[in-house]
């Protein structure tokens, strides 16, 4: 049973940096990929981040490209998400997600991810 824990969420005011971390366990992982989605309340997820196997290949939600940096380590099955410069409309329940077996070099649309953390908090005051 593959299980996805997410920590590192809080409150940080406008400007500051917080850094998620998701631990997968479960299974052995092998060329799957791994992401960071978003929902803040009334709006729908989006993905924020996303990273492949061999961790060269990354997409970025376009509102947080410069700010958001996305890192794996297969050896610890960790996926970690860097965010600085946070904005009040950053403001939401960050997921960790896991898409199995998609290719080494893959990064599968939003829609291919198997499985989800059950979310972390962050919220960014003015």
């Known amino acids: 049973q593959v299980q996805l824990v997410e920590s590192g969420g809080g409150l940080v005011q406008a400007g500051g940096s917080l850094r998620l971390s998701c631990a997968a366990s479960?299974?052995?992982?092998?060329?799957?990929?791994m992401a960071w989605f978003r929902q803040a309340p009334g709006k729908e997820r989006e993905i924020v981040a996303a990273v492949n196997w061999s961790g060269g290949n990354f997409t970025y939600l376009d509102s947080m490209k410069g700010r958001v940096t996305i890192s794996r380590d297969n050896a610890k099955n960790t996926v970690d998400l860097q965010m600085n410069s946070l904005k009040p409309e950053d403001t939401a329940v960050y997921y960790c997600a896991l898409a199995l077996f998609v290719g080494r070099y893959t990064l599968p649309p939003a829609t291919k991810y198997d499985y989800w953390g059950r979310g972390t908090q962050v919220t960014v005051s003015s």
């Open positions: 479960g299974r052995t992982f092998t060329n799957d990929a």
